[in-house]
């Protein structure tokens, strides 16, 4: 079996108590929690900064959090989320001029480092740095909100990562991020990935009835991935 994993986005969950909300995910079976590091410049939003990721830590949060920089230039925040507490740090190849440079400054903090790649951006920029790769997120949405639908083409995407990191031989994690939810995961799966990244499929199904309330989300996502 594929080592799944669950990677809820906070970007969806409820600000005023988020410490609680990530620990009750995670006790939910979530593996990591997922952060969307948005600057007003390479995405029209504005998110979170290190200071939350910290303030996490601090909160007591153990698990890995993967910090998605979707900010430009890069380099000058990477230090910041580590000394922060990221586990992950991925980045967006057209946010760096030094793509290389930006992946081992990463790994040389003992961070895992990866590459996120929009709808449109090719998968070419691997074909260099393969080595320097922990994980390859592809984006079935355009980055910058969250909500938005899955966009079909991304699959075809999905296969053709799979492939190079197949063909690689390295522990290579395949991540998914964008519209992923109990309808669409398993087929998500299929196409390659084995981390999935779920902001409002999560925790907007939030059952205030349950002791948990994201356990009955948590354990329909792994239903769904048992049977890919």
Sequence with gaps: MPD?????????????????EVDDVLAAGADMVHFDVMDNHYVPNLTIGPMVCEALRKHGVTAPIDC???????????????????????????????????????????????????PATPLSYL?????????????????????QSFIPAALDKLREARRRIDASGLPIRLEIDGGVGVENIAEI????????????AIFKARNPEEANRYDGVIQRLRGELAGA
Excluded: W
Aim: aromatic letters at 8%; proline letters at 4%; a negative charge.
């Design 189 to 200: 799966a299929r196409a390659g990935a084995d981390t999935f990244v779920s902001g409002s």
């Design 68 to 118: 998605h920089l979707m900010v430009k230039p890069v380099d000058r925040l990477i230090g910041d989320f580590i000394d922060a507490g990221a586990g992950y740090v991925t980045f967006h190849p057209e946010a760096s001029e030094h793509v290389d440079r930006s992946l081992q400054l990463i790994r040389s903090q003992g961070v895992k480092a990866g590459l996120v790649f929009n």
């Design 127 to 147: 074909d260099y740095v393969m080595d320097k790769v922990d994980m390859i997120l592809i984006m079935s949405v355009n980055p910058g909100f969250g909500g």
């Design 4 to 20: 799944f994993k669950i990677a809820p986005s906070i970007l969806s969950a409820n600000f005023a108590c988020l410490g609680q």
